[in-house]
Nanobody
Framework: DVQLVESGGGSVQAGGSLNLSCVES????????MGWVRQQPGKQREWVAS???????TNADSVRGRFTISQDNAKNTLYLQMNSLKPEDTAMYYC?????????????????WGKGTQVTVS
């Protein structure tokens, strides 16, 4: 079974930093998309950053220049380095993954999700 386990969330003051991690196991796709999604209470999920099958990065406008997505294949881990945090970044952050045909665009829907890690900025 595929498992995605996030960690690294917490409470920080505005201007602070956090580094989220997502460890995956059981994911056997050779080509895939992975990324980070956040959700605030009562609001729709928002894609924060993603890596496509060619490892190209897409960032949301709201986090560009502040958040950095990266991956360590040896550790099966996806990261999200978050700097210059703002109160509006407060949300539950989820890791998501989906297998894709090599070179194809990332899908709108993902089948594999972690349980999330809470980030609170005050």
């Amino acid at each position: 079974d595929v498992q995605l386990v996030e960690s690294g969330g917490g409470s920080v003051q505005a201007g602070g930093s956090l580094n989220l991690s997502c460890v995956e196991s059981g994911f056997t796709y050779k080509s895939y998309c992975m990324g980070w999604v956040r959700q605030q209470p009562g609001k729709q999920r928002e894609w924060v950053a993603s890596l496509d099958s060619r490892r190209a990065i897409t960032n949301a406008d709201s986090v560009r220049g502040r958040f950095t997505i990266s991956q360590d294949n040896a550790k099966n881990t996806l990261y999200l380095q978050m700097n210059s945090l703002k109160p509006e970044d407060t949300a539950m952050y989820y890791c998501a993954a989906e297998g894709v045909v090599a070179g194809s665009r990332c899908p709108d829907e993902y089948n594999y999700w972690g349980k999330g890690t809470q980030v609170t900025v005050s």
